[in-house]
């Protein structure tokens, strides 16, 4: 509304809630028309304005309230004009045809809070005589509920035009927002509900099109979430700006594309929206969002737009990466379609083919191998399609990646692991048989010289060993480490049964011929190993084999049953003596067995290995001419025992 300056600065007065003096002013009963109406203005009661009026015009009631609106801001149908002791009707004519002025009383009256209730459901039910009479009976048109609503809210939102018109009449703010959820003003309310006829009567109002909300959205990005069409063309066309960005750097394309809605797309495209911008959370663009979304038809619209599909959100992923991801077969169809780039990669390594045999997009997969995507790409470290169909447990992508020319042997670089590790290790048979029999050599070492069937031995697991061994593990394949004197060179999966105390293990590669008397750089043999980890039914196995008890290990040169002695596992002594072990076999310091169960205070030891006929007085001889009087005590207390 406006007001001229004399009226302006009377509404500034009237305002101020000071003490007013009494004055007479001089307004034209109309600003384009002739008459005056003149207001004696006695003060500001409880907000409410009590003046006196001098009428020199006939005209009608209605048409001085209206008046008095313009200039003090107080609505009509409050207003109260008295003549006299009578109150006038709207529709009255106020006569003064040549005479003296009419003087008139006007007096506000008090809005009725239980109106206003019914005020606001009427302009949520569209119900215009209902909110006349509620208006008839002093509901206030600017009051506001708990959460902010004002009755201008209810109706746009429920597109009820002629109350959303009665109410801007009557000077409803229009930039008014509601306390939550958004602050919300009446357009962004009229614009989120698709209300094209409210939308456009508020914008005729100058409600402002590109004010935000608390997310940093406008009408017009509350419009597109919808998908309405005509909102979206009448707010473009009445200065919404496609290109502002919500507080998340979303524009009213981002959207559109985020919600599917095609028409609204090519709406924003034709009218020139940037549809390559990114969002300032992830960096997505409306072509990331629509392929996470399977928009099909919104893709065609971007790419004829010239979206560029190469664009990279948060993480490097292209719109491709995420079709993939979620095995949008038509939509990467499109985009290969669109001469999308098959081998541009994530952060990682990882092209859109490394994506779909992760994800198990099987058929997918088999897609893009026909449009020549690349299955020899490498992601960081040399992880190959294999490698990751293995460790995703994709049985389907290892036979066609394979049949599409991937190396099965090819090794990780940090490790020199094939995919046939990576199927040992996770103890796969399924997936270890299926690269068995495409050809992966069992028999490769990884960097620490290890094979897969070391690994399997460690692991325990004996389906996987034997399944090996039937595909041509070396069961004496020997650990060729590339570090110098590594305690684990020359060790056969053998050695590893022995060290693990896998016994089942240790029975299988026996059947199969291992060999059980290999020696490593200290010269020790599995039956050693056996011997120190104090497993009898491994030695006994071992022994059975025809592994040799007398063989020397160990910088001392010790033999299994020096070990045996020394430890106190007196079982496995047994054993080795029932082998034959030879009882005075002396070590590279000249200690035999028996000696070495005395020093190590192994009774049991001691009394077994005199039982079979080991020698006191070597014992005694070695005990005198070290000088350990323990041992030499010992013994001649033994031997004065014996007779």
């Known amino acids: 509304m406006t007001l001229d300056p004399q009226a302006n600065a009377l509404g500034r007065t009237l305002q101020s809630e000071e003490p007013l003096r009494q004055t007479w002013m001089d307004l034209p009963l109309s600003p ?3 008459g005056e109406l003149r207001l004696r203005i006695f003060g500001i009661c409880d907000k409410r304005l009590a003046v006196n009026i001098r009428v020199h015009q006939s005209a009608t009631v209605d048409k001085v309230k209206q008046r008095l609106f313009e200039v003090c801001g107080t609505l009509p149908y409050v207003q109260r004009l008295v003549l006299g002791d009578r109150v006038l009707e709207d529709e009255e004519y106020i006569l003064s045809l040549g005479g003296p002025p009419l003087e008139l009383h006007g007096e506000c009256l008090q809005f009725q809070p239980d109106q206003g209730v019914a005020l606001m459901q009427a302009a949520k039910d569209d119900d215009l005589e209902a909110a006349k009479l509620a208006l008839q009976s002093l509901a206030d048109p600017f009051s506001q509920g708990s959460e902010g609503w004002s009755p201008l809210h209810a109706a746009a939102g429920s597109g009820s035009v002629a109350i959303v018109d ?3 009449g009557l000077g409803a703010g229009l930039e008014r927002t509601t306390r939550s959820p958004g602050h919300l003003t009446p357009l962004h309310l009229a614009a989120r509900a698709g209300q094209v006829k409210t939308v456009q009567a508020l914008i005729s109002a100058r409600a402002g099109v590109n004010r935000v909300e608390d997310d940093g959205q406008t009408a017009l990005h509350l419009a597109v979430q919808g998908g309405h069409v005509q909102v979206t063309r009448l707010l473009c066309e009445s200065g919404a700006v496609p290109s502002h960005p919500s507080n998340c750097g ?23 929206a940037e549809c390559d911008s990114q969002t300032r959370d992830l960096g997505t663009t409306a072509l990331h969002l629509s392929s996470s979304s399977g928009g099909g038809e919104i893709i065609k619209i971007l790419s004829k737009a010239g979206a560029s599909s190469t664009k990279v959100m948060k993480g490097g992923w292209t719109p491709l990466h995420l079709c993939a991801l979620m095995g949008k077969k038509e939509v990467v169809r499109i985009l290969i ?33 026909k449009a020549h995507a690349s299955p020899e790409k490498l992601m960081d470290g040399g992880v190959s399609l294999l490698h990751l169909a293995v460790t995703c447990g994709n049985e389907k992508a290892i036979k066609v990646v394979c049949k599409a020319g991937a190396w099965v042997d090819r090794p990780r670089d940090v490790d020199r692991a094939t995919p046939l590790f990576f199927a040992v290790e996770q103890s796969n048979t399924g997936m270890t048989q299926l690269l068995l029999e495409l050809e992966a050599d069992a028999n490769l070492r990884g960097t620490h010289g290890s094979a897969p069937l070391h690994l399997a031995v460690e692991k325990g697991d ?20 590339c570090k110098k004197n590594s305690p684990s060179t020359g060790w056969t999966p053998l050695f590893v049964a022995a060290q693990s105390k896998h016994a089942v293990i240790v029975d299988l590669l026996c059947e199969l011929g291992a060999d059980v008397n290999r020696q490593i750089l200290d010269g020790r043999t599995p039956l050693h190993v056996a011997v120190q980890k ?4 491994i030695c006994s196995r071992l022994l059975q084999a025809q592994a040799d008890p007398n063989a020397r290990g160990l910088k001392a040169g010790w033999t299994p049953l020096h070990i045996a002695a020394h430890q106190g596992h007196t079982e496995i002594a047994n054993s080795l003596c029932d082998s034959h072990a030879d009882l005075e076999s002396a070590s ?12 190590a205070g192994h009774p049991e030891a001691v009394d077994l290995l005199i039982s079979v006929g080991a020698a006191i007085d070597t014992v005694i001889s070695i005990a005198t001419k070290a000088e350990i009087e323990p041992v030499l005590d010992c013994m001649k207390a033994l031997q004065a025992s014996l007779g």
């Open 337 to 369: 379609k669109s001469k999308a780039d098959l081998e541009q990669p994530l952060p990682n390594g990882a092209t859109v083919l490394h994506v779909a045999v992760a994800s198990k997009q099987d058929d997918l997969m088999i897609s893009l191998l």
């Open 462 to 481: 004996t389906e996987t060993c034997r399944l090996l061994c039937r595909f041509g593990a070396d069961t004496n394949i020997a650990v060729d480490s």
């Open 534 to 537: 104090g497993s009898a039914r």
């Open 32 to 34: 384009l028309g002739p």
């Open 166 to 168: 009665l109410l801007i």
């Open 250 to 272: 979303w524009t009213a394309i981002h959207f559109a594309a985020h919600f599917g809605h095609a028409k609204v797309v090519e709406l924003l495209c034709d009218l020139g």
């Open 588 to 599: 590279s310091d000249g200690w035999t067995p028996l000696f070495m169960a005395a020093q």
